[in-house]
T-cell receptor, first 109, second 113 residues
Framework: EDQVTQSPEALRLQEGESSSLNCSYT??????LFWYRQDPGKGPEFLFT???AGEEKEKERLKATLTKKESFLHITAPKPEDSATYLC??????????FGTGTRLQVFP | DGGITQSPKYLFRKEGQNVTLSCEQN?????MYWYRQDPGQGLRLIYY???????QKGDIAEGYSVSREKKESFPLTVTSAQKNPTAFYLC????????????FGEGSRLTVL
């Protein structure tokens, strides 16, 4: 069965304290892995697409990486405005998009 | 500015009533989607449409209905047959061939009293 698991469920960081969020997956034929950011009470905002193992994408303090079994979202020197829930989604070869339950990140000044 | 507009943002409904959630996009996207978000669960697909006058059921279509009469509009009706309708509903759109890169609306929170 296709599955996406995100960890940890919640993460509290001090401003400037770098860390990583994990998205592990088991799908039949990966077509793409997607990261989203969601602020409370709002819709998700698309961040990155990764297609193959070894690929990396960067945007400001965020860097997403992909292996054959998991993806990491690295946050370097986070700021309070990075606080949000980060969602991972995987597209299998059936075209179906499977979302993880997200990691809620809180960054304190 | 291009985007997706959902309305209403908050909606209260009595049991047994149908309610329709609006979704309009001006991104010129072919595909539109409705997702449901519940605490502790990933987004679940209700219905999607790749082209005008055509739509398909997602994973949790029971108790919901949609229409796609215009490219810009994809309204969702939550019927009285939906057993647990209280949730956060998200509409999204994408370009053809980019089904993982979704543009989401701000969401509609439905509460059944």
């Amino acid at each position: 069965e296709d599955q996406v698991t995100q960890s940890p469920e919640a993460l509290r960081l001090q401003e400037g304290e770098s860390s990583s969020l994990n998205c592990s997956y088991t799908v039949s034929g990966l077509r793409g892995l997607f990261w989203y950011r969601q602020d409370p009470g709002k819709g998700p905002e698309f961040l990155f697409t990764l297609y193959s193992a070894g690929e990396e994408k960067e945007k400001e303090r965020l860097k997403a990486t992909l292996t054959k079994k998991e993806s990491f979202l690295h946050i370097t020197a986070p700021k309070p405005e990075d606080s949000a829930t980060y969602l991972c989604a995987v597209q299998a070869n059936t075209d179906k998009l499977i979302f993880g339950t997200g990691t809620r990140l809180q960054v304190f000044p | 500015d291009g985007g997706i507009t959902q309305s209403p943002k908050y909606l209260f409904r009595k049991e047994g009533q149908n309610v329709t959630l609006s979704c309009e996009q001006n991104l010129n996207h072919d595909a539109m989607y409705w997702y449901r978000q519940d605490p502790g669960q990933g987004l679940r697909l209700i219905y999607y449409s790749q082209i005008v006058n055509d739509f398909q059921k997602g994973d949790i279509a029971e108790g919901y209905s949609v229409s796609r009469e215009k490219k810009e509009s994809f309204p969702l009706t939550v019927t009285s047959a939906q057993k647990n309708p209280t949730a956060f509903y998200l509409c999204a759109s994408s370009m053809r061939g980019s089904t993982g890169e979704l543009f989401f609306g701000e969401g509609s929170r439905l509460t059944v009293l």
